[in-house]
């Protein structure tokens, strides 16, 4: 197996495709990296810019270059000893027409090869989704977008279809007659019944009636085929036919005003294996599982074996080429058994680099049966980040808050209530699927015949609102001891909430413990079992759109601590829990995935490194604070009695300002208009006062209004200039922030990620922000000259360096020098022992400290944190006048001389190491034992 030694993060779009890649191969080689980690690149829908909406696993995609491309990359990488790690897609692919399998299903329904592909349920309790699958994508009502005129048939060489504007829907082949054999009298007449083309047509329609279904798939793919291709024929030989079928599409097509004139089209739509609904019909009448509340990913059953060897095989084929070293597992809990699933692919790719996506909450452990190296990294983004937060602070922070937004906030308490939002608005569907099954197994027990649907989904709804983590994976091989208490927790919550339903809830429990009865039949098992499994697959979308797109939105106490895999509640990991988590990690996932930047997270590294800093000033953060309002007061709408933005709203807008504010006067037009679509994305997922599904523009613009106005650049600006001096003390102390996390994130146990474009300073929000291009070429640019200058001229260059940081160079610098080190010293890094050190003095808690250790061979890495206490505006935490007696304990068996991987310079003790020596020249340390510089 190749551990990766350090991976780069590229989101592919057809703008950035295997060319753009190939460019910029050789700067990553010369960077450090390892392997590259790559988004999606099996074909997806036409333009998608992100690789996760797959149309056909099969096929590289052609727009990022196709297998040609592919090859090219792939043979320049292998040349420069840069690998591949792949992110691949297991659980779901797009609703799209350019999706084939799925149009096969809508096409044949379970007559389709492909039925079983999809999470479908084709015999769903809504009679009117029975044998069909549900296709809510229509902008209003089904029988207004008819009778506008908005459905329309079309005929191509695939065949008929119903169109929705971009969506295409295939006519099931039974449905050809009626439109093809609509006033069949006025084709005869024209053409006369001896005509080789009329003939040949009515050869067709013939053939149509019987075309075969059920066992004989095979027999009935051919004939459908062969018609297709004779009507197609027609089509193109007979301009009599070609009219004549044009002219039953328009009739069937209606006409607009005439609402009779529609019968025809919405008699062949009730025909069809999928019923065409108004969009909002998928949160409450689902019958198809989706990626969280998506309605156009559609998930697969990928439990299935010939569902995984259908669209793993080109997968497994480029790793058994030599091409995948690595495979990242996109939402592991989405799927219906993970630990099978696993196992399944492990035992494909025994010596393939595996990693998952997987949220976990806090004290959540990922379980070590998996066979796998780890996460994608949010467990040690949350703890990194963490530890940049003053905890002493936490309730003046609470206070800062509450009196901002004039009301006191309950994190928990909004966690509840908007889950129970997504549940009633857009799980409602999933709920009711699940309460229908459960209600249909509970219905064979006599101590459960007297549930009624209410009380079932009143249960179910609790235990999904009080669940604590994304998901538990009890399986046919039992639950672990972890899951059961998890499930014990949420149940006597839900009994403590709902004491009316306890009858229901302990007798889901038993299910969800399986606690079989002792003479249950094997059938009844599996079926409890299949309840179960199901149910855990809807904990996760819940949890991730009640919290992670929901409450990170509303909770804004400090934003900064809202990330993905967080809890907002916790403001803080002291340096004991930080150093125990990294124990823990070397302890069981060495080489899991550490990251601090990701295409998914909800703002930049550092973005939140800035806005951490608030956490150790509070007093002057609430005084700015106060003044800004004043200040902006006069320049907010007043729009139905309410202020545009709301306090709440404001408190993020100035908190994202601070984070994310451009360094550079050029960027700033650029930023204001990112600002203001943010704003625009932020508050609709919040939820409160607009929303993806259903905006309110009075709200929206007057937000986006209020972010022109205070952000005009013009020199009788007030608020700017209030505003600047605070935000470049903010973008100082940031800087020095960043540079600690990025080393910590270098040296910790595990593999660091860097995320495209990150080696500078990474200043973006949430998607589609953190997706804009990168210019490679200033990279390049810099990487070249840290190269030169730093050889020749250390001591000058870091001089010149920390004299203009806002360049980022400072950052590339320490991101270059470190990957040089870990590939320098690889063994240690991956297989190297994890000790915090004893830091000695009155300012040891400004020094997160720690050694790793393989043998003879030592390294000592040194981040200072709390920099507002340490040393003023404008300087730097260096010499004994900001460190005075503060001093580290190396590790025993050590060398007294060590050499710092950044300076150069040598620091020597036996029994202790001074900061201030150590921390004479750059704001962070690497230090290398003399024994390990002279065994290399």
């Known amino acids: 197996m190749q551990i990766p030694l350090a991976t780069y993060r590229i989101q592919f779009t057809p703008n950035f495709g295997f060319i ?102 084709w015999n769903h309790h809504y009679p009117e989704n029975n044998c069909k699958v549900l296709a809510p994508f229509l902008g209003k009502f089904c029988g207004d977008c008819l009778e506008s005129g908005e459905l329309q048939i079309q005929y191509e060489q ?31 007449e024209k053409l006369g019944r001896d005509n080789p083309a009329f003939i040949k047509f009515l050869g067709v329609l013939y053939t149509l009636k019987y075309i075969p279904s059920g066992e004989e798939g095979r027999e009935r793919e051919i004939q459908i085929n062969f018609v297709k291709r004779m009507l197609w024929e027609l089509w193109n030989d007979s301009e009599e036919v070609k009219e004549y079928i044009e002219e039953n599409i328009s009739i069937f097509n209606g006409e607009v005003g005439k609402a009779e004139s529609f019968d025809l089209l919405e008699d062949l739509l009730t025909e069809q294996f999928f019923r065409l609904a108004y969009w909002k019909v998928g949160n409450e009448e689902l019958n198809y599982r989706r990626f969280f509340t998506v309605n156009d990913l559609i998930s697969l059953r990928i439990e299935d074996q010939e569902v995984f060897e259908t669209t793993h095989s080109l997968i497994l084929q480029l790793v058994e080429e030599g091409k995948f070293d690595g495979l990242r597992i996109d939402h592991i809990d989405g799927l219906y058994d993970p630990a099978q699933y696993i196992d399944r692919l492990r035992e494909k790719v025994p010596d393939v680099y595996l990693i998952v996506e997987k949220i976990l909450e806090p004290q959540e452990e990922l379980p070590v049966t998996w066979s796998i190296q780890g996460t994608t990294g949010y467990d040690f983004l949350n703890q990194v980040n963490g530890i940049f937060c003053a905890q ?17 906030a309950s994190c928990e308490q909004l966690i509840d209530q908007n889950k129970r939002l997504i549940i009633e608005k857009h799980l409602a569907g999933d709920i009711d699927n699940l309460a229908h099954l459960f209600k249909k197994i509970s219905g064979r027990y006599r101590y459960a015949s007297d549930f009624t649907m209410y009380g079932l989904k009143a249960a179910l709804v609790e235990i999904l609102a009080v669940f604590p983590i994304y998901r538990t994976y009890i399986n046919s091989g039992g639950a672990s001891s972890a899951d059961k208490e998890y499930i014990e927790q949420v149940m006597t919550q839900a009994k403590k909430n709902i004491p009316n339903f306890l009858n229901e809830l302990s007798f889901i429990e038993k299910f969800l413990l399986l606690e079989y009865d002792e003479h249950l039949a094997e059938e009844d098992r599996e079926e409890w079992l299949r309840f179960l499994m199901r149910l855990q697959q809807f904990t996760g979308p819940l949890m991730a759109k009640g919290v992670e797109d929901t409450v990170l939105y ?11 895999g967080s809890h907002p509640t916790q403001f803080g990991v002291s340096l004991e829990e930080f150093h125990h988590y990294n124990s823990k990690q070397i302890a069981n996932w060495p080489h899991t995935m550490n990251t601090t930047s990701t295409h998914d997270t909800k703002r930049g590294e550092d973005v939140r490194a800035r806005i951490n800093i608030l956490s150790e000033i509070p007093d002057e953060w609430e005084q700015n604070l106060q003044q800004w309002r004043e200040i902006n007061a006069p320049l907010k709408d007043y729009v139905g009695g309410r202020d545009i933005p709301t306090f709440n709203d404001e408190y993020l807008f100035y908190q994202t300002l601070l ?30 006062h607009t929303a993806w599904l259903k905006n309110d523009s009075d709200y929206e613009d007057g937000f ?75 990279r390049e640019k810099y990487l070249e000259e840290i190269q030169s200058q730093s050889e020749a001229h250390l001591p000058d260059y870091i001089a010149q360096l920390l004299e203009t940081p806002e360049d980022g160079k400072i950052k590339l610098f320490l991101i270059y020098k470190t990957l040089q080190a870990r590939r320098k010293y690889l063994d240690l890094f991956q297989r190297g022992t994890y000790e915090k050190l004893t830091v000695v003095g009155s300012l040891k808690s400004h020094v997160v400290g720690f050694s790793r250790e393989l043998g003879k061979q030592k390294i000592i890495v040194i981040a200072p944190r709390f920099f507002t206490s340490l040393v003023e505006m404008g300087k730097y935490p260096l010499s004994e006048q900001v ?54």
Do not use: C
């Open 554 to 564: 509303v909770y804004n106490r400090l934003v900064s601590l809202n990330e993905v």
């Open 704 to 778: 986006t209004n209020f972010a022109e106005r205070v952000l005009k650049d013009s020199e009788d600006n007030q608020f700017l200039q209030a505003f600047r001096p605070f935000q470049e003390k903010i973008q100082h102390y940031g800087i020095l922030n960043s540079l600690s996390q990025a080393l910590l994130k270098l040296t910790s146990p595990g593999l660091p990620d860097i995320y495209q474009g990150t080696e500078l300073w990474d200043l973006s929000l949430v998607d589609p922000d953190n997706r804009r291009p990168v210019d490679f070429k200033k």
């Open 883 to 936: 460190w005075q007696e503060t001093r580290i304990v190396p590790p025993s068996d050590s060398t007294s001389i060590w050499q710092d991987v950044f300076t150069g310079q040598q620091v020597e003790g036996e029994d202790a190491l001074w900061v201030r020596d150590i921390l004479q020249h750059f704001p962070v340390a690497l230090l290398v034992n003399k024994q390990l510089t002279a065994d290399s």
């Open 158 to 188: 695939k065949g008929l279809t119903i169109n929705y504007y971009s969506h295409k829907f295939p006519i099931r082949i039974e449905s050809y007659n009626q439109v093809l054999t609509y006033d069949l009298q006025r084709l005869q």
């Open 392 to 408: 002493l602070n936490e309730q003046k922070f609470d206070d800062i808050y509450h009196r901002f937004i004039g009301k006191t």
């Open 20 to 121: 753009a890649a190939s460019s910029i191969a050789s700067y990553l080689e010369k960077l450090g990296i390892s392997h590259l980690y790559a988004s999606p690149i099996l074909t997806s829908r036409k333009g998608s810019s992100h690789g996760y909406d797959a149309v056909n696993p099969r096929e590289i995609n052609p727009e990022l270059g196709g297998v040609e491309k592919f090859e090219e990359l792939i043979e320049q990488l292998h040349s420069l000893n840069i690998g591949w790690v792949q992110d691949i897609v297991p659980n779901h692919m797009a609703f799209d027409s350019e999706n084939e399998m799925l149009m096969d299903v809508l096409e044949n329904g379970i007559d389709s090869r492909y039925r079983d592909f999809f999470d479908i349920d």
């Open 659 to 688: 984070g994310a504010f451009p360094f550079s006067q050029e960027e700033y037009p650029a930023f204001v208009e990112r600002i203001k679509k943010y704003i625009i994305k932020a508050i609709r997922e919040a939820k409160v």
